[in-house]
């Protein structure tokens, strides 16, 4: 997932509107983001049952010799005393490596959680260093690691945002769909390529800016004019594409492909200053431009 598809669906987040991501994993759905959550949800109360969930996530991440025996001696322990699984760690009858390195994981969890006026970013952040969550996706040393390490990075700069965990948590939640709810009423997000094959009332292409797209390198341009054809193609009523003048501080340009679509069959300006009339008209619009780009070898 790419910084402009996260700021996406970080802005539909925060609007509450209803979406799903076509060919990938939303990222509040990703491994990685669910266990620094987990690490924040411990830390907030380890001696309660409500973290028990969070506890089976990240005891063993990165692996503390917690195994599918050890775990049951605790969850034994934990309903034998009225225990978190969190606090049982430290009193169940476990191998003595075991259950060294799990008191010494909830010993940092409960005075990282502990630590008074610190931004939920900053303790998000010190509970994936000094838990070694951090060391062991640089370890990896591999492309999964480097995302991994991206993802975290990028959820640290979300929890900005937030003072209290338990915000942070609902707007987490409302990145789930129930699996009925699919396809339906949403927003679908997906990559031009994965467009190939589909159509839609209503097509969004958004960053079509010089050095976007096309790109900038080694990038096929022709390729690019493809896809950009295939993506006005989708829609079956209307197009909407949208640039920026400036992005991350640098002054951008409109796409050259927008100067490529024909004059009569293309309105300029802010959607919503056009009015209500155009719409009306707009699959027959539609449907000539279809025609003038495809007699353009567009």
Known sequence: MTPLSRSLEEALLKARIPYEIIGDVGFYHRA????????????????????????????NVPRRGLGAKALGQIEQEAEDRGLSLC????????????????????????????LPEMRLCDRLDLLLKETGYYTMWRDAASEEGETALQNLSELVGLAE????LQDLLEHAALATASPNERGRDRVQLMTMHRAKGLEF????????????????GERNYEEERRLAYVSLTRAMQQATISSVGYRQGVSARPSGFIAEIPQDHR?????????????????????RAKAALDAMGF
């Open 161 to 164: 945002g937030f003072s209290r």
């Open 201 to 216: 009332a209503h097509v969004f292409l958004p960053a079509w800016e010089e050095t976007v797209f096309p790109g900038m």
């Open 32 to 59: 990685v983001v669910k266990d620094a959550l987990a690490f924040l949800t411990l830390a907030a109360c380890p001696d309660s049952r409500q973290s028990d969930e969070a506890f089976r996530r990240v005891a």
């Open 267 to 287: 309105v300029s300006g802010w959607l919503r200053q056009q009015g209500q009339t155009k719409g009306t008209r707009a699959g027959g619009r539609f449907q």
């Open 87 to 114: 606090a049982a760690a430290s009193t169940a009858t476990l191998p003595a490596k075991v259950r060294d390195s799990l008191v010494a994981f909830r010993e940092t969890v409960c005075r990282i959680g502990a």
